[in-house]
């Protein structure tokens, strides 16, 4: 009984680690596919928006976008800044007078006065099309998560250690229970170290906002932990005939 409860923790540990990096990673995503959809795509390219990953409800956060001529010849293309709020849309336009080839940097504040959905501060940046410098446009989502009482930052990399702790403590404590590892237990590891390492991998590029790999490597963890939970949890004995 001791054995087994050891091992039944380990497992719970294990699954809760697995499960906050998940939601952290969905997180992101979520923040990321409202973003791309809350507004119409009407840039003719990309731009690129740097946004905070989180802020927590009590703070706030600086959005920025690089804005370049690309011409031969002086530009006036007007900037505007969408940012979500939950009456509507705050527009705060701006006309930019750049030399050819110059780029300016430009500023916008974000606070939680524009938090919408309960958790997200979206955030949508154009530039107009002027003469022949094509239009622009990016967009990011900023999700708002407090812990503790920190900031943001520090609630998301406490919750990332955390979360790596738990995955590999409880896998460890796992482990040495039910050494020595028959057949069955061997591939429940292989397969829970597969997930593992998934999870990680999605946390991970949650970071630089890569939003189709974050989905990506989300679903194959959802996909195994389905696996694990029906072959080595609830069916065991299926695989042991």
């Known amino acids: 009984m001791k054995r087994f409860a050891l091992s039944l923790l380990g497992g719970l ?143 998301f990399s406490l919750l990332f250690f955390t979360s790596l702790m738990c995955a590999l403590l409880g896998a460890g404590l796992w482990l040495r229970v039910n050494r020595p590892l028959d057949e069955l237990r061997r591939s429940a590891a292989q397969a829970c170290a597969i997930m593992a390492g998934l999870a990680t991998a999605a946390l991970l590029v949650a970071l630089p906002r890569w939003w189709g790999l974050i989905l990506f490597f989300d679903f194959l963890t959802l996909i195994i932990m389905a696996v694990v939970l029906t072959e080595f949890v609830l069916f065991p004995g299926r695989r042991r005939k």
């Open 13 to 155: 540990i294990f699954l809760s680690g697995i499960l906050l990096e998940t939601s952290l990673s969905g997180g992101v995503l979520w923040g990321a596919l409202e973003a791309s959809t809350y507004t119409s795509q009407i840039g003719d390219a990309g731009l690129s928006v740097k946004c905070p990953l989180i802020l927590s409800p009590f703070e706030s956060g600086t959005v920025s976008a690089a804005i370049t001529n690309t011409l031969e010849e002086a530009t006036s293309p007007v900037v505007t800044a969408e940012i979500s709020r939950p009456a509507g849309q705050q527009q705060l336009s701006q006309t930019l007078s750049l030399a050819p080839h110059e780029t300016r940097t430009l500023r916008w504040t974000v606070d939680p006065s524009e938090i919408i959905f309960g958790r997200l501060i979206l955030v949508n940046i154009v530039q107009s099309r002027y003469s022949d410098l094509s239009s622009r446009q990016g967009a990011c989502g900023i999700l708002v998560l407090s812990l503790l009482g920190l900031n943001g930052l520090a609630s």
